[in-house]
């Protein structure tokens, strides 16, 4: 069992930066992978970014090169940089981990994160 809280969400000006925070339950190196999903009303939670235990990360091209995942294993909790945000990126946003031998998704409670001047 992987228990995950997200935190940081909020709203903010378009051009702005925002740092979400996903703090694990238990150790991150026995997480396979973690990452941010983000969702709208009326459409399906799409990934943003993920990392794997090894440090390999992921991103959707929406967000390459203004968004960020990194990880704090001291902490067990991994962040999402979001800089040069877009109204687009508005959405909730969705802490999950993927854990043991057959990968089973756990998800935090959601952030919301608004984007508007």
């Known amino acids: 069992q992987v228990q995950l809280v997200e935190s940081g969400g909020g709203l903010v000006q378009p051009g702005e930066s925002l740092r979400l925070s996903c703090a694990a339950s238990?150790?991150?190196?026995?997480?396979?992978?973690m990452g941010w999903y983000r969702q709208t009303p009326g459409k399906e939670r799409e990934l943003v970014a993920s990392?794997?235990?090894?440090?390999?990360?992921n991103y959707a091209d929406s967000v390459k090169g203004r968004f960020t995942i990194s990880r704090d294993n001291a902490k067990n909790t991994v962040y999402l940089q979001m800089n040069t945000l877009k109204p687009e990126d508005t959405a909730a946003y969705y802490c999950?981990?993927?854990?043991?031998?057959?990968?089973?998704?756990?998800w935090g409670q959601g952030t919301q994160v608004t984007v508007s001047s």
């Open positions: 238990r150790n991150i190196f026995t997480i396979n992978a």
């Open positions: 999950n981990a993927q854990a043991g031998l057959y990968n089973t998704n756990y």
């Open positions: 990392i794997t235990r090894g440090g390999s990360t």
